[in-house]
């Protein structure tokens, strides 16, 4: 497939390996089975021409602390420190459309096979929301999870992070947050670079804006997130 084909091109975001973002990450032998993910009735099935990607990566101890209880089900591998510590995660890599109306929902999702998650589980720490993108996401892209998570992986591997805990020291803005992503990646400007916070202006996710090919291109303005003068404070890695 032609998507596939452009995931190797897309790969000049690093000269070199990208740091790991998983400090520690222990797979279990078993892994429990996510339960099929059923579109809500009011997210639509939409089939529009794929124009574009994004690639969402979430820091994973802003997720860890808005969570009600670390020790649940869905958060458990990531948020309870029995399986390892986490820095940026992928949340998910999105086609996208010229509209805000995204493809989603495209094909009737099966169960992700159990090799296909313990894979991916160190990327993305939880077999639910693995099942939900491949559900909600996947499924425009590939009729193979396999496929999917293989290119996403590919992707996320090539992003080279900045230092967190310097940023968590210096960041002010939104625009700080963008250039110091622009500035570690070969060929990502700012205006590559969507950047969100929760409602209390924490970060929580980071996303590159990428084109039909997959390489970096400037974020849509329904893409981008907050705006370059917004306020953002970073929380640090636990212990950090």
Same mark, same amino acid.
């Given at each position: 497939?032609?998507w596939?084909?452009a ?9 070199a ?5 998983s400090?520690?990450?222990t ?7 996510p339960?099929?993910?059923?579109r809500p ?12 990607y994004k ?9 860890? #602390?808005?969570? &009600?209880?670390? $020790?649940d089900? !869905?958060?458990r %591998?990531?948020?309870?420190g ?14 996208e ?15 992700v096979?159990?090799?296909v998650?313990k894979?991916?589980l160190?990327?993305t720490?939880?077999?639910?929301l ?19 998570f293989?290119?996403?992986a590919?992707?996320?591997?090539a ?9 968590? #020291?210096?960041? &002010?803005t939104a $625009?700080?947050? !963008?250039?110091a %992503? ?7 400007t ?10 209390d202006?924490?970060?929580s ?7 039909p090919?997959?390489?970096?291109q400037?974020?849509k303005p ?13 929380r640090r890695?636990p212990?950090?």
């Amino acid at each position: 497939m032609r998507w596939r084909s452009a995931v190797a091109a897309a790969l000049v975001l690093a000269p070199a390996a990208a740091q790991a973002q998983s400090l520690a990450c222990t797979i279990p032998d078993r892994i429990a089975i996510p339960r099929l993910e059923q579109r809500p009735r009011d997210e639509p099935v939409r089939t529009p021409a794929i124009t574009g990607y994004k690639l969402s990566m979430s820091w994973s101890p802003q997720h860890c #602390a808005r969570v &009600r209880n670390p $020790r649940d089900a !869905r958060d458990r %591998f990531q948020c309870s420190g029995e399986n390892g510590r986490f820095g940026w995660v992928l949340h998910g890599l999105w086609p996208e459309a010229d509209t805000p109306g995204y493809p989603q929902w495209c094909r009737p999702a099966k169960i992700v096979p159990q090799p296909v998650l313990k894979k991916h589980l160190c990327m993305t720490p939880s077999a639910q929301l693995l099942q939900h993108e491949w559900a909600k996401h996947g499924t425009c892209m590939s009729p193979h999870p396999a496929a999917y998570f293989q290119a996403a992986a590919m992707l996320f591997r090539a992003v080279r992070f900045p230092d967190m805990e310097a940023l968590a #020291a210096d960041a &002010r803005t939104a $625009r700080d947050v !963008r250039r110091a %992503f622009a500035a570690r990646n070969r060929g990502v400007t700012e205006s590559m670079v969507a950047v969100t916070a929760d409602r209390d202006g924490s970060l929580s996710e980071v996303s590159l804006c990428l084109g039909p090919r997959m390489r970096p291109q400037a974020c849509k303005p329904f893409q981008k997130g907050l705006a370059d003068r917004k306020a953002v404070r970073i929380r640090r890695m636990p212990g950090g």
